[in-house]
């Protein structure tokens, strides 16, 4: 089985900062931990950032110049420094996985980002 654990949420007055860091556990040769999307009650999840394995980034367009995503050489752990956060980054992220060869989404449990103002 494929265990995503996530850490680093929490909550911080806006303007500050916070570091996200995501890890499969298991270590499973066949997985490459992806990157984070988000999701707020009412709403899909959407994109914030992710790694290709060429080492290509992708951002969501409202995390663009604020968020940092970066990853290990072996494609276990994801980290994401989010930086100048503002009340609207407020959601529950997930970390992104996915099996090499596929498309099938392996997900982490989530964990609570709170910006307050």
């Known amino acids: 089985q494929v265990q995503l654990v996530e850490s680093g949420g929490g909550s911080v007055q806006a303007g500050g900062s916070l570091r996200l860091s995501c890890r499969d556990s298991?270590?499973?040769?066949?997985?490459?931990?992806r990157g984070w999307y988000r999701q707020t009650p009412g709403n899909q999840r959407e994109l914030v950032a992710t790694?290709?394995?060429?080492?290509?980034?992708r951002y969501g367009d409202y995390v663009k110049g604020r968020f940092t995503i970066s990853r290990d050489k072996a494609r276990k752990t994801v980290s994401l420094q989010m930086n100048n956060l503002k009340p609207e980054d407020t959601a529950v992220y997930y970390c992104?996985?996915?099996?090499?060869?596929?498309?099938?989404?392996?997900w982490g449990q989530g964990t609570q980002v709170t910006v307050t103002s």
């Open positions: 790694i290709g394995i060429d080492g290509t980034t």
């Open positions: 298991r270590s499973i040769a066949a997985v490459t931990v």
């Open positions: 992104n996985a996915r099996w090499r060869g596929s498309d099938s989404d392996i």
